[in-house]
């Protein structure tokens, strides 16, 4: 059984969407995104310096085109499962014909502008923890006022807060953890920090109409499988101010008799957290299009 996954914010690298716009179609299609949403894609996926896309306003719609991208151009294929780490669930609801491309990127692009709003009224970022146990590290990081914001599992919490906090995180860090990395996002996202934003996104989606999803779409606040359009959306409005649990979406992954995963572009972080969590899994990530045969290869052997 195939699962196909889409990730986060901070998996952005300057030029990474160059190699996709050579695809037949693929620069009318981003063309046509950035018209709709009102922000040049082709520019910012291409020609766009680190710090221009680590602007949340630029990243998240960014990676769900560069995310719808890659996926179409694999084919008609049918997962057995779907989901997306943070804002790559906006890709993944997509996936699963809840929403048209066009709607997703229209409610990223909104969701980009008011979880950037949401991140300027107080200097907040996040950083990753390598290592510990998950029973010492979450206490101690509520201790210091921090979220453990996404619970990636395989050893990987995201801590989230001020940047006054996470530098105690530096000076402190919990017992077994290796390293502590810090993210390129510009804010404290899935924490009471972004819950500004929920009210805008509440807003945006009420001018949607999502459909059922057509395959078996496993959210990530809590990992447990949505039945309907309706409240895919309703968790897609929730989720910018909840910590992600990836953990539990892999548990879920597995329970459905998973036995691939293909991550797409720009792929590579929830593939590395699934060759640690999943043994036995086949795991491949898109980061560019000589990947695409590979993945066709594995979509036949493992499609639902």
């Known amino acids: 059984?195939?699962?196909?996954?889409?990730?986060?914010?901070?998996?952005?690298?300057?030029?990474?969407?160059?190699?996709?716009?050579?695809?037949?179609?693929?620069?009318?299609?981003?063309?046509?995104?950035?018209?709709?949403?009102?922000?040049?894609?082709?520019?910012?996926?291409?020609?766009?310096?680190?710090?221009?896309?680590?602007?949340?306003?630029?990243?998240?719609?960014?990676?769900?085109?560069?995310?719808?991208?890659?996926?179409?151009?694999?084919?008609?294929?049918?997962?057995?499962?779907?989901?997306?780490h943070s804002v790559g669930e906006i890709t993944a609801a997509a996936f699963a014909g809840v929403l048209d491309p066009t709607a997703a990127l229209t409610l990223v692009r909104r969701r980009g502008l008011a979880m950037a709003d949401a991140a300027d009224v107080t200097p907040t970022g996040m950083s990753a923890l390598l290592g510990g146990d998950p029973a010492t590290t979450i206490p101690h990081l509520e201790k210091?006022?921090?979220?453990?914001?996404?619970?990636?599992?395989?050893?990987?919490?995201?801590a989230a807060g001020t940047l006054e906090q996470l530098a105690a995180l530096d000076a402190d860090k919990p017992e077994g953890v290796r390293r502590v990395v810090a993210l390129k996002v510009a804010g404290a996202f899935h924490t009471h920090h972004m819950a500004?934003?929920?009210?805008?996104?509440?807003?945006?989606?009420?001018?949607?109409?999502?459909?059922?999803?057509?395959?078996?779409?496993?959210?990530?606040?809590?990992?447990?499988?949505?039945?309907?359009?309706?409240?895919?959306?309703?968790?897609?409005?929730?989720?910018v101010a909840n910590p992600v649990r990836w953990d539990l979406c892999m548990e879920t992954f597995e329970k459905?008799?998973?036995?691939?995963?293909?991550?797409?572009?720009?792929?590579?972080?929830?593939?590395g957290i699934a060759k640690r969590a999943l043994p036995g899994v086949r795991t491949l990530a898109l980061k560019t299009p000589d990947d695409l045969d590979a993945a066709r290869d594995l979509i036949a052997e493992h499609s639902a």
């Not at 901070?10 to 030029?15: C, E, I, K, L, V």
């Not at 996404?150 to 919490?157: E, P, R």
């Not at 929920?198 to 999803?213: F, G, K, M, R, S």
């Not at 459905?256 to 590579?268: F, K, N, S, Y």
């Open 256 to 271: 459905l008799g998973a036995t691939a995963l293909i991550e797409v572009c720009p792929g590579g972080t929830l593939t």
């Open 1 to 84: 059984m195939l699962v196909l996954v889409a990730p986060g914010q901070g998996a952005q690298t300057p030029g990474f969407l160059t190699p996709w716009l050579d695809l037949p179609g693929a620069t009318d299609r981003i063309a046509a995104w950035s018209d709709a949403i009102g922000l040049d894609l082709a520019h910012y996926g291409t020609q766009a310096d680190a710090d221009a896309i680590r602007d949340t306003a630029v990243a998240q719609p960014l990676l769900v085109a560069a995310g719808l991208l890659s996926a179409a151009a694999l084919g008609d294929i049918v997962p057995g499962a779907v989901a997306g």
């Open 144 to 158: 210091l006022g921090l979220t453990p914001a996404n619970v990636n599992g395989a050893g990987q919490i995201v």
């Open 196 to 239: 500004p934003a929920v009210d805008t996104l509440a807003q945006a989606a009420e001018a949607l109409t999502p459909a059922d999803p057509r395959v078996t779409y496993v959210s990530n606040k809590d990992g447990q499988t949505v039945a309907t359009g309706t409240e895919v959306l309703q968790r897609l409005v929730g989720q």
